[in-house]
């Protein structure tokens, strides 16, 4: 069935480190995934995307990477600043660009000075 | 940046009362959702809607929940006869259809009384 599910729900990290969000997926149907920022009262905002025919995707700061294999994907932010926190959600879309996408539960993020 | 604008961002009702949240997509964007959170818990598809008609439907949106773009530009999601658990965070969300990627609004917090 369609589930993503994250393995951490909170996660705190010294500014200025590195930070790894994961999440693990169930459906191998699954061709798109997505990771979306989600600040206090704000709507998600998302970060970057990861089609399944690649396995790492970096952006600003941020890389993606993705295991088809054991169905993981994970966030890693660098350098992690104090707007860096928020709540990480992890979703997937299985079809066409217009079919829904299914979040993942999220996982907290501190970034402690 | 073209945005999803959402309206009124705070809405309080009595229970029973009818509501109605209001959109407005990105304007060249052909495909609109409504996506909902229960106050710390995942984001939650309900429907999403295409030619003006809904083209797929989540458990929620039962039948006291409809959908309808009036005209060119606004997307609304009507609750007829709200109930507590209707409390939430509302989001509409649309995709151009060209390109994947969702656009999200800043939410609507529904307050049943």
């Known amino acids: 069935g369609e589930s993503v599910g994250l393995h951490l729900p909170t996660l705190s990290v010294q500014e200025g480190d590195n930070s790894i969000i994961n999440c693990a997926y169930s459906n191998s149907a699954s061709d798109y995934f997505i990771w979306y920022k989600q600040e206090s009262g704000k709507g998600p905002q998302f970060i970057i995307d990861?089609?399944?025919?690649?396995d790492k995707r970096q952006g600003q700061r941020v890389t993606v990477l993705l295991n088809k294999t054991v169905k993981h994907l994970s966030l890693q932010i660098a350098a992690t600043q104090p707007g860096d926190s928020a709540v990480y959600f992890c979703?997937?879309?299985?079809?066409?660009?217009?079919?829904?996408?299914?979040f993942g539960k999220g996982t907290r993020l501190h970034i402690l000075p | 940046e073209p945005e999803v604008t959402q309206t009124p961002s705070h809405q309080v009702t009595q229970m029973g009362q009818e509501v109605i949240l209001r959109c407005v997509p990105i304007s060249n964007h052909l495909y609109f959702y409504w996506y909902r959170q229960i106050l710390g818990q995942k984001v939650e598809f309900l429907v999403s809607?295409?030619?003006?008609?809904?083209?797929?439907k989540s458990e929620i949106f039962d039948d006291q929940f409809s959908v309808e773009r009036p005209d060119g530009s606004n997307f609304t999601l009507k609750i007829r006869s709200t109930k507590l658990e209707d409390s939430a965070m509302y989001f509409c969300?649309?995709?151009?259809?060209?390109?994947?990627?969702?656009?999200f609004g800043s939410g609507t917090r529904l307050t049943v009384v």
């Open positions: 809607f295409y030619n003006n008609e809904i083209s797929e």
């Open positions: 969300a649309s995709v151009s259809g060209q390109s994947y990627g969702y656009t």
């Open positions: 990861i089609r399944s025919n690649m």
């Open positions: 979703a997937e879309n299985v079809g066409n660009r217009d079919d829904k996408i299914i």
